[in-house]
């Protein structure tokens, strides 16, 4: 059921916010395939087990199902910095778009793989079975042939970078970091309109076919709608093509300015927003409309995935990626996902009191709040235009290693203790002899 399925993402995103920092600190200081197979395995093991825990254990079936938000904190927030080290410029860029494509194109078929596994079996069990066979085969695959770059290799900076500094002074320097920062919060405002739609927008546009009176009005505690599997498609469609089209944009504006990662993120957010007000007008008259308007707004919103995390890569020193892409995650669902549907349909449920009975104000109090998401995407928009100020200062900052990105002392302090990169023998006659 919906009530089901709200608890299972409650407790996965809950895990997932509290298990990136700890990826993120491990990432930047320990072998990060290692690390990453790991993190697949236990997600893995976890779904697997999951699917034989009887009813009587529900809470141990939830508890479980939450679990897989700890294995894909790991790869979420380590498998960037991995690409970051294998790749530059455009290369990178389009690597990262590779990486952040697999998310709606898995999701996707996750659930025709899941679904074709249950009927196939007639059991659901089987639908979380059938995967971690699927994820093990990944791990063992990274663990073999997925090279350890050095950090900062692709960067040119591998043999610059010989210090590592501790947890707190790598979070004083992102946290000065005006470009990170700035990144940061564009990519909650997009995690609070995203989560919002995935839950509201099936309902309000069941909400406006009643209006329109091309379907009955559903009395059930649980109604039965083709909206949200339509709704879900194009989510797919236009994470892939977002992804893609971002990509691309990214490397022809590059050639006319420098500055073209964030500004291709604040303009395709600034145009979302003109579409995704444009369901709310045309909801009431043309579902169809309401169709083209989200699959327009939803390709321009996810047009910044991977350019995000490039921009990260430029900002942020090799040593202090893991870290950075783990708060970013955990700043945008905090900030984000983590609580705009519940803002959503407390401030529809406020506007609805007056006239509860009302099935037109039903429609109108759910779109009125709505219309909180396309203000936050403007503001999102404008943080990345707040990014493209300060982007090429950053960068250089990054690239030449200023001691304004190291923490200094504090009046009468110490420079804090600098812990050196330990070396593999093998690392050693490398740089020694190579």
């Known amino acids: 059921s919906l009530l089901h399925s709200a608890t299972f993402a409650k407790v996965l995103l809950f895990l997932f916010m509290v298990a990136a920092p700890i990826f993120g600190y491990l990432g930047d200081r320990f072998n990060r395939k290692v690390i990453l197979s790991c993190g697949i395995f236990f997600w893995s093991i976890v779904t697997l087990s999951s699917s034989f825990i009887g009813k009587e254990y529900y809470w141990l079936f939830v508890l479980s199902r939450g679990l897989v938000g700890i294995g894909e904190s790991s790869y979420s927030s380590i498998s960037p910095t991995i690409i970051g080290d294998l790749f530059t410029n455009n290369s990178r860029t389009m690597m990262l778009s590779v990486f952040y494509l697999a998310i709606p194109l898995g999701s996707g078929l996750g659930y025709i793989l899941g679904s074709s596994a249950k009927v196939a079996a007639g059991d659901w069990h089987w639908a979380l079975r ?17 090279p350890e770059p050095k950090r900062g290799s692709a960067d040119q900076m591998g ?3 010989k210090t590592r500094t501790s947890w707190l002074c790598d979070m004083k320097a992102l946290a000065k970091n005006r470009s990170y920062v700035f990144s940061s919060l564009a990519s909650a405002a997009v995690s609070f309109a995203t989560g919002a739609f995935g839950m509201w927008i099936p309902l309000y546009l069941a909400r406006a076919q009643v209006v ?14 083709t909206d949200s599997l339509i709704f879900g498609a194009i989510t797919c469609v236009t994470g892939l093509l977002g992804v893609v089209i971002g990509a691309a944009t990214t490397r022809l504006c590059r050639q006319k ?7 291709v993120c604040a303009v395709s957010m600034l145009g979302s ?11 009431k008259k043309s579902i169809v409309g309401a169709y083209v308007c989200i699959f327009i707004g939803e390709t321009l919103l996810f047009l910044n995935w991977a350019i995000t995390a490039d921009i990260l890569m430029f900002v942020v020193i090799p040593t202090r990626r893991a ?3 783990a708060f970013q995650s955990f700043t945008s669902h905090l900030l984000g996902d983590a609580g705009s549907p519940y803002l959503i349909g407390l401030i529809s449920d406020a506007l609805q009191q007056s006239y509860a009975t009302s099935a037109l104000w039903r429609f109108l109090s759910l779109g009125y709040a709505l219309m909180l998401c396309p203000f936050i995407i403007v503001l999102g928009g404008m943080f990345f235009l707040a990014t493209a100020l300060f982007f090429l200062d950053d960068r250089d900052k990054a690239e030449k ?20 990169f330990r070396k593999t023998s093998a690392q050693f006659v490398q740089d020694k002899f190579f």
């Open 401 to 420: 290693h200023l001691m304004s990105d190291v923490c200094l002392p504090s009046a009468g302090g110490r420079f804090p203790r600098l812990k050196p």
């Open 130 to 146: 059938v995967s971690p066979l699927l994820g093990i085969t990944a791990g063992t695959l990274i663990l073999l042939f997925v």
């Open 212 to 225: 329109q009176k091309t379907v009955e009005p559903c009395t059930k505690e649980i109604c039965s709608s």
């Open 323 to 325: 870290t950075a892409v």
């Open 273 to 283: 927003a003109i579409f995704i007000c444009l369901i709310f007008v045309v909801a």
């Open 159 to 161: 043999g610059r970078i």
């Open 257 to 263: 300015t420098e500055r073209a990662d964030p500004l």
